[in-house]
């Protein structure tokens, strides 16, 4: 394991459908983060997990983002009803309780 | 409320030069953790230094070398001898122990290195 791992890298869809996204965190690390960075500007918080708990999400995650960690181990986000202005790239990242965040690649998400 | 400005939207210089990417932060927290991060074209961020607010230390890790001033809020990132592979996308943030773990980005910096 030797880093965070995201899935798909790439996502097209068209709008209205539903999407999910996979992360899979550095094996140790009990904290997992979701953000999202549109073009030219820096990542935006959505939210974070402590284990399977969800601590904190931000305003930006509207009722139609959902995500999960499941027994504290890999996360899911999903959008319904996707909305061309969720079209961005969707950055996970974990951490050590409080130590600095490692992120994946991202999931670049189209929506057209 | 915490805030990252990074003004410097776009840098370019030629290879060997030195440069320095300037980050300005606002918080209201005494005790703080701030980063620089390196997003390459392949996407991935990549942690490059943390600093915590009682740390005014600067640091040096090869030719990169970050300079904290709390009396001004200012937590800027020097490359010496810049080479075309620090060309990338810079940013900073911020992360106040009273807001979980949460990361504050600033808008980041361009820098391009040509040779």
């Known amino acids: 394991d030797t880093g965070v791992s995201q899935d798909p890298r790439h996502k097209i869809t068209k709008r209205g459908q539903n999407v999910t996204f996979r992360c899979d965190p550095i094996s140790e690390h009990n904290r997992l983060y979701w953000y999202r960075q549109t073009l030219g500007q820096g990542p935006e918080f959505l939210t974070y997990?402590?284990?399977?708990?969800?601590?904190?999400k931000s305003r930006l995650l509207s009722d139609r983002f959902s995500a999960e960690r499941p027994k504290g181990s890999f996360s899911t986000l999903e959008i319904q009803r996707t909305e061309q202005g969720d079209s961005a790239m969707y950055l996970c990242?974990?951490?050590?309780?409080?130590?600095?965040?490692?992120f994946g690649q991202g999931t670049r998400l189209t929506v057209v | 409320a915490q805030k990252v400005t990074q003004a410097q939207t776009e840098i370019s210089v030629v290879e060997k030069e030195d440069v320095t990417l300037d980050c300005v932060y606002e918080t209201r927290d005494t005790t703080y953790y701030l980063f620089w991060y390196k997003q390459p074209p392949s996407g991935e961020l990549v942690f490059l230094i943390r600093?915590?607010?009682?740390?005014?230390q600067n640091e040096i890790s090869g030719r990169y070398s970050w300079n904290f001033q709390k009396s001004t809020s200012s937590f800027n990132f020097t490359i010496t001898a810049s080479q075309v592979v620090d060309s990338a996308v810079y940013f900073c943030?911020?992360?106040?122990?009273?807001?979980?773990?949460?990361?504050?980005f600033g808008g980041g910096t361009r820098l391009m290195v040509k040779p």
């Open positions: 997990f402590q284990n399977e708990a969800q601590l904190e």
């Open positions: 600093r915590n607010s009682f740390d005014e």
């Open positions: 990242a974990s951490s050590q309780d409080r130590t600095e965040a490692f």
């Open positions: 943030a911020l992360s106040e122990l009273n807001a979980g773990n949460m990361l504050t």
